[in-house]
């Protein structure tokens, strides 16, 4: 999906949050599966109410992971690139649950995606319910929604992956330092690890 900076009714420049609050707030702290060890780290920007997103980790991930991941060929990592407020929203409440419940809540939002991401004025709702069925209360769902911090540390993010790799779709790869932009399907993921430049 291109990214439209206008799609999350704000700019992510206009909402800066100090480096120190950053870092200390571990809900943004990295996400990842694979051994530290791998040789290829494959960093996965994604948005959560992106089709081609789902897609790629409803019918490529599990080989991927089943077969790059678990054989100590690469380490993917996932990063959160909103592309408008339900998709911040969820990635918020995700990153919120505890990391060994983060893959699985992805995994639950990209397979419900048409359920939730695209129920006109339920979206919050249907997303509740979703986070409630992860172990999550009401009280502490309506504290991540209301969190307007840590969603800025979202977005900062966001604003540091435009930057520093110029990522301006999702679903967008880097292969160590290499970039592809779009999904792929898994010959030519598995021919990017291949050929990503070792350091």
């Known amino acids: 999906m291109i990214l439209s900076r206008r799609t999350l009714g704000l700019a992510a420049a206009a909402l800066p949050l100090a480096a120190p609050a950053l870092a200390q707030d571990g809900r943004l702290g990295p996400r990842g599966v694979g051994q530290a060890s791998a040789p290829v780290v494959v960093t996965e920007f994604f948005s959560l109410t992106c089709g081609h997103c789902a897609n790629f980790h409803n019918n490529v991930w599990p080989r991927v992971r089943r077969e790059l991941v678990e054989t100590g060929r690469i380490r993917l990592v996932w990063r959160d690139f909103p592309l408008d407020g339900v998709a911040l929203l969820a990635a918020a409440v995700a990153r919120a649950m505890p990391e060994d419940r983060y893959e699985p809540f992805l995994s639950t939002l ?27 209360d009401a009280r502490s769902f309506d504290a991540v929604a209301a969190d307007q911090e840590f969603h800025r540390g979202i977005l900062q993010q966001r604003l540091e992956a435009e930057q520093r790799w110029q990522i301006r779709a999702t679903p967008s790869f880097l292969f160590n330092s290499r970039l592809h932009t779009g999904g792929l399907p898994f010959e030519q993921f598995e021919r990017m690890v291949r050929e990503a430049p070792r350091a």
């Open 110 to 136: 990209f397979q419900t995606q048409d359920r939730w991401a695209f129920a006109q004025g339920r979206q919050r709702e249907e997303l509740q319910r979703l986070a409630a069925l992860a172990g999550m």
